[in-house]
């Protein structure tokens, strides 16, 4: 399968590519998210080049964020990670943002979730999203579920999303393209008018 996206309609999503998921010194460091960080690279290189914006997630936690929490306290789940403000919480050095990529600062695993992108999508008529990151069974696939859901078009891009184990990846890209969107290799997409 082959497809070219239309620059001015798409955008290239990249979730949460953070020290604290993707360097060995990291608190949630998973191989697999090392792994993808030239992939990923690669297809931002190439989705610019063209033309097409470029989001980047982060994932950020307030050390007080869970403190009143009645349920949802992902530092139960996790420990403490990515705290604000921190060197776990920056955009990995091998993928620079640069100043017309656009940031989008989340504190739950949906990158939706009480952030503007929806917005700012919207305001540039953005429909398809080719969606890259980490991890794949928790960030990417709600980010991806909840664009889906929001009438975006996610693109998973498969070779281009980490995983902590090839279970999780092989999972959450199954429930994506059964459910809410597509699944590519990165070879598989052109950026063009």
């Given at each position: ?187 598989e997409i052109t950026f063009g008018p």
């Amino acid at each position: 399968m082959s497809l070219t996206l239309d620059t001015d309609r798409t955008a290239v999503v990249v979730v949460d590519m953070q020290n604290g998921f993707c360097h060995p010194d990291g608190t949630l460091y998973a191989p697999g998210s090392e792994e993808v960080i030239e992939p990923v690279a690669e297809l931002v290189d190439r989705g610019r080049d063209a033309g097409t914006r470029i989001v980047y997630t982060r994932d950020v936690h307030p050390p007080e964020q869970f403190d009143e929490a009645y349920y949802y306290n992902e530092f139960e789940q996790w420990g403490e990670h990515v705290l604000e403000d921190s060197w776990e919480a920056k955009i990995v050095d091998k993928l620079e943002v640069h100043p017309d990529d656009h940031v989008v600062e989340k504190h739950t695993y949906d990158a939706f979730y009480n952030t503007e992108l929806e917005g700012w999508l919207n305001a540039r008529g953005i429909d398809d999203l080719v969606i890259c990151g980490t991890l794949a069974n928790v960030c990417v696939l709600h980010t991806g579920g909840s664009a889906g859901l929001r009438d975006f078009r996610p693109l998973m891009v498969e070779d281009c999303i980490g995983a902590i184990d090839d279970d999780h990846h092989e999972y959450a890209l199954d429930h994506a393209d059964w459910l809410f969107g597509e699944v590519l290799a990165g070879n598989e997409i052109t950026f063009g008018p």
